[in-house]
């Protein structure tokens, strides 16, 4: 059982940045890490992720060219960060890991493992 300890989140203004890491608590070879948020009244939708074979990264159309998604596979862990913050990125993000078929990347239940997350404020 994999799990995922998240960190960073705090309240920003409009426009900051925020780093967000993710600590696995054992090895994540072979598996495909990233991260979802969940904003108040919303479903948990995807923002980005990072694949075992390749380094290949995706984002979601909403934070392409803001977020960037890395990996140290040496320390089982992944790091966002966030530039140009909006009052829309509010909410909890999630660290996951999983081995999605690259069709389904986007789809939480392709996941299988899940932190608590951690709370991002965003102020405008």
């Known amino acids: 059982q994999v799990q995922l300890v998240e960190s960073g989140g705090e309240l920003v203004q409009a426009g900051g940045s925020l780093r967000l890491s993710c600590a696995a608590s054992?090895?994540?070879?072979?598996?495909?890490m990233g991260w979802f948020r969940q904003a108040p009244g919303k479903e948990r939708e995807f923002v980005a992720v990072?694949?075992?074979?390749?380094?290949?990264?995706y984002y979601a159309e909403s934070v392409k060219g803001r977020f960037s998604i890395s990996r140290d596979k040496g320390k089982n862990a992944i790091y966002l960060q966030m530039n140009n913050l909006r009052p829309e990125d509010t909410a909890v993000y999630y660290c996951?890991?999983?081995?999605?078929?690259?069709?389904?990347?986007?789809?939480?239940?392709?996941?299988?493992?899940w932190g608590q997350g951690t709370q991002v404020t965003v102020g405008s």
């Open positions: 990072v694949r075992w074979s390749g380094g290949h990264t």
């Open positions: 054992q090895s994540t070879s072979g598996y495909s």
């Open positions: 996951t890991a999983g081995r999605p078929i690259l069709s389904a990347i986007r789809d939480a239940s392709m996941y299988y493992y």
